[in-house]
């Protein structure tokens, strides 16, 4: 996010084991080996240790949790990386996402790996005060970027289908090109939401405006209701179109936790009694496994969106 200007394209910008497996192991202990050895890159900022579910072990061989069901993202809770910190080394072979903690369009990004359960560096950006090195990754200096066997991809429109062809055996997106475009054709409809949050912003600067302002966010919302015709945009599960848009919902819903700012309850959100549907989606998303693995405290958020709409000092490290 740039608190000296609107950014709605995609981003934010300025304001191999050794263990040997001879020997007589049981089933079990040949199981937990496997587990152990996914979860070799933790490090003390690892803040989500899944529960794995021993659903079946063969009789023989390592079986490994499927990708897509746990995450793995280490670094979440990292410390922002500013201007004249060196570039943190990147293991070969190693999947790395550059992030902004309070970012939507960073978010997305995050949501979508893990979602589908990559295993992932994360490295916190201040991308008021960026390093220098990070314009290799990006020539704008923006998050979010990924960087995956030598590979950099940007922007949070771009990557999400990158993923699900360089990681296939946990896509996301339909395989059949009808449906995949029907969802992306979702998301774009819904990207309405992303272009409320702004609205928000006006009325933290002036609370004149709220009247106003909220009255074109309640429209929004609207339409989103009237979209949402399953459980999920995506259907009877979270997808793309889903996990595309939930921080921008969630941005407002930070919102209403400030005072006077919009008239939308922080419990229920954004009520019941005008969005049943959203209410439940919402509900039910915020309160995933893959969202929490990745999503800020309210109340930090909260703050975070304040100090940027009222060009405020930026504290990249709320909450650590």
Not at 126 to 149: C, L, M, R
Not at 157 to 180: C, H, M, N, Q, V
Not at 245 to 261: G, N, R, Y
Request: proline fraction near 8%.
């Amino acid at each position: 996010m740039d608190p000296s200007s609107s950014n709605t394209d995609g981003n934010c910008i300025n304001r191999t084991n050794d263990d040997d497996y001879s020997g007589d192991i049981s089933v079990l202990e040949r199981y937990l080996q496997a587990v152990r050895l996914r979860m070799v890159d933790l490090d003390p900022d690892f803040q989500y240790f899944p529960d794995f579910e021993l659903e079946s072990v063969p009789d023989c061989g390592l079986d490994f949790p499927r990708p897509g069901k746990k995450m793995t993202l280490t670094g979440v809770t990292s410390k922002a990386i500013r201007k004249g910190d060196p570039e943190p080394p990147l293991a070969s072979g190693k999947f790395r996402i550059y992030n902004m903690r309070f970012c939507p369009w960073a978010e997305r990004a995050m949501i979508y790996v893990a979602a589908k359960g990559i295993e992932a560096e994360v490295i916190n950006l201040n991308v008021t005060d960026k390093p220098e090195w990070f314009y290799s990754k990006h020539y704008q200096g923006k998050a979010p970027a990924i960087e995956h066997d030598g590979k950099i991809v940007i922007e949070s429109g771009f990557i999400p289908e990158y993923l699900d062809d360089a990681f296939p055996e946990s896509r996301i997106l339909p395989t059949d090109p009808f449906e995949k475009v029907q969802q992306k054709l979702l998301a774009e409809r819904l990207t309405m939401v992303a272009h409320a949050v702004p609205q928000l912003f006006a009325v933290m600067r002036d609370r004149n405006l709220k009247n106003e302002k909220q009255e074109k966010v309640f429209e929004v919302l609207q339409q989103a209701e009237k979209l949402l015709v399953h459980d999920f945009y995506a259907g009877s599960a979270p997808g793309y179109p889903d996990y595309l848009t939930f921080p921008f919902f969630e941005k407002i819903w930070w919102s209403a936790s400030l005072d006077d700012v919009v008239d939308l309850p922080i419990r229920g959100f954004p009520g019941i009694q005008k969005f049943p549907k959203l209410t439940a989606w919402f509900e039910r998303i915020l309160n995933s496994d893959v969202v929490q693995s990745v999503t800020q405290p309210i109340e930090f958020g909260a703050e975070f969106m304040n100090a940027y709409a009222t060009h405020g000092t930026l504290n990249y490290n709320l909450g650590l």
